[in-house]
C-alpha cells in the first residue's frame, strides 16, 4: 500500500428518503422522511478509487491529501487516529485495491452459494400512532408497518416504546406501548424476533409492567429502558431471573455513560450499542473482539444514514457475538446500493470488492459542486 498515494479527495451531500415518514420515539418528535448522507471519495495516483460516510472540512482534506494509504492504517487493519475522517472511505479504497469485500479484509468467508449473510432488523416501527385516539387502530397501524418489513424480508423487528413519557399521558401511552407490542407479534408471527426500545422513557417499575405484561411476545432484548445506573440494570437482573424471563439488556446508543463497559463486563448489560459511526468502524473493530471475550453481544446502532446499512453487515466477520444490522430502509439517489438485499431476515452482503457499493458520476460531481469540495 505504500505506493498508493491519494491524490484527490472528494466530499459532498446526496439527499435520500425513506420509504414513509418516520414518526416520534419516547423523547422526539417526528424523524421524518428525509435522509442525507455525505460522501467522500479518494483517488489514487493510479486511479484507483474508494468511496465512503465522512464528515470533514476543506482544511482537513488539504492535510490529508497526497498521504499514502499504507500511512493510514496500523495495524493492517486498524485506521490511524489521524484518518478516521476518512475511515469508510479508507476501507472501500483498501478493499478495492486487493479487489475483495471489506468483509474478507476482517477475515468473513461468503458461504457455499457465493453469499454473506448477516442478520438484520427492521428499526422503522416509530410512533406513527400518536394522531390516533383509539389503542387498537393505534396497533393495527404499527402491525400493518411491521407486516411491510416482514414482506420486504425482515425476520425481526425493533418497536419504539415509551409513549407514556412525553407524547402521550402516562396510563394511556403504557397501555398502548403493551397493545402495540402484542398486535406486532400477531402480525409476523411466532418465530420472528421482537426488540423494544424506550429510549430512556421508562423507569424500572414500568419496564417490569410492560415486560411482564407482554410474556407472550417473548420480547429478546429492551434497549435503553432508563437512562444507564448500575444500580436499576442489577435490580432489573435480579427481577427477570426472578421471573423466569430470557429478555436482554442493550445500551449504549447516543451519549452513553462512560461506565457502560465496565458494567457490561459485569453482566449488567447484555448488548452493548455503541453507533457504527461514534465511536466509529475502526474503534468498533477494536471493541468488538473485547466484547466477545467478555461474553457480551455487539449490536452497533445506526439510524438516519443509509450507509451504516452497509457498512455495519462487513463489521459482523469481526465480531464473533454480532446481534445484527440496525436497518434504516432508504433510498439515496446517486448512491447505487443494489447489490445488497434482504431475505429471510438477514442482509446478502454482495461479493464485490470494497462496500460493494458505486456512484453516479453526474450525481455526485454535482453534489460535489453544490454542497461540498474536492481537494487534489
Not at 216 to 221: D, E, F, K, P, S
Not at 285 to 295: F, R
Request: glycine residues 10%; aromatic residues 10%.
Amino acid at each position: 500500500m505504500a505506493m498508493d498515494r491519494i491524490v484527490k479527495i472528494e466530499w459532498g451531500r446526496l439527499p435520500g428518503s425513506r420509504p414513509r415518514q418516520a414518526g416520534c420515539n419516547a423523547r422526539l418528535g417526528e424523524h421524518g422522511q428525509q435522509v442525507q448522507v455525505s460522501i467522500a471519495r479518494l483517488t489514487t495516483q493510479d486511479g484507483v478509487t474508494g468511496l465512503g460516510r465522512a464528515w470533514l472540512t476543506r482544511e482537513q482534506a488539504q492535510e490529508l491529501v497526497g498521504l499514502s494509504l499504507a500511512e493510514a492504517f496500523d495495524p493492517p487493519r486498524i485506521v490511524r487516529e489521524r484518518f478516521f475522517s476518512l475511515e469508510y472511505a479508507l476501507y472501500d479504497l483498501a478493499g478495492q485495491l486487493a479487489r475483495r469485500p471489506v468483509y474478507a479484509l476482517l477475515g468473513g468467508q461468503p458461504d457455499s452459494t457465493g453469499a454473506y449473510r448477516v442478520p438484520c432488523y427492521d428499526t422503522s416501527l416509530y410512533m406513527d400512532d400518536l394522531h390516533l385516539a383509539d389503542d387498537d387502530l393505534a396497533a393495527a397501524l404499527i402491525a400493518s408497518e411491521a407486516r411491510e418489513g416482514f414482506e420486504r424480508g425482515h425476520r425481526a423487528f425493533k418497536i419504539k416504546v415509551g409513549r407514556g413519557a412525553l407524547h402521550m399521558p402516562l396510563e394511556a401511552g403504557t397501555r398502548r406501548d403493551i397493545r402495540i407490542i402484542g398486535a406486532v407479534r400477531e402480525a409476523v408471527g411466532p418465530q420472528a424476533q421482537i426488540m423494544i426500545d424506550a429510549n430512556n422513557g421508562y423507569n424500572v417499575n414500568l419496564v417490569k409492567r410492560v415486560l411482564a405484561e407482554t410474556v407472550a411476545a417473548r420480547v429478546y432484548w429492551i434497549e435503553e429502558p432508563f437512562h444507564e445506573d448500575a444500580r436499576l440494570y442489577a435490580h432489573l437482573k435480579e427481577w427477570l431471573a426472578a421471573e423466569g424471563l430470557s429478555t436482554l439488556i442493550a445500551d449504549g446508543e447516543g451519549e452513553a455513560s462512560r461506565s457502560l463497559l465496565d458494567w457490561a463486563q459485569q453482566g449488567l448489560v447484555d448488548v452493548v450499542q455503541y453507533d457504527v459511526f461514534r465511536p466509529g468502524f475502526a474503534r468498533w473493530l477494536e471493541m468488538g473482539p473485547q466484547l466477545d471475550g467478555w461474553g457480551v453481544r455487539s449490536a452497533p446502532h445506526h439510524y438516519g444514514e443509509p450507509f451504516g446499512n452497509y457498512a455495519a453487515g462487513h463489521l459482523a466477520a469481526a465480531v464473533r457475538r454480532f446481534e445484527g444490522v440496525e436497518w434504516d430502509e432508504a433510498t439515496v439517489p446517486g448512491l447505487d446500493a443494489s447489490a445488497y438485499a434482504i431475505s429471510n431476515g438477514c442482509v446478502n452482503v454482495p461479493n464485490l470488492p470494497g462496500w460493494g457499493l458505486n456512484l453516479d458520476e453526474e450525481t455526485y460531481r454535482r453534489a460535489v459542486q453544490e454542497s461540498g469540495f474536492a481537494v487534489e
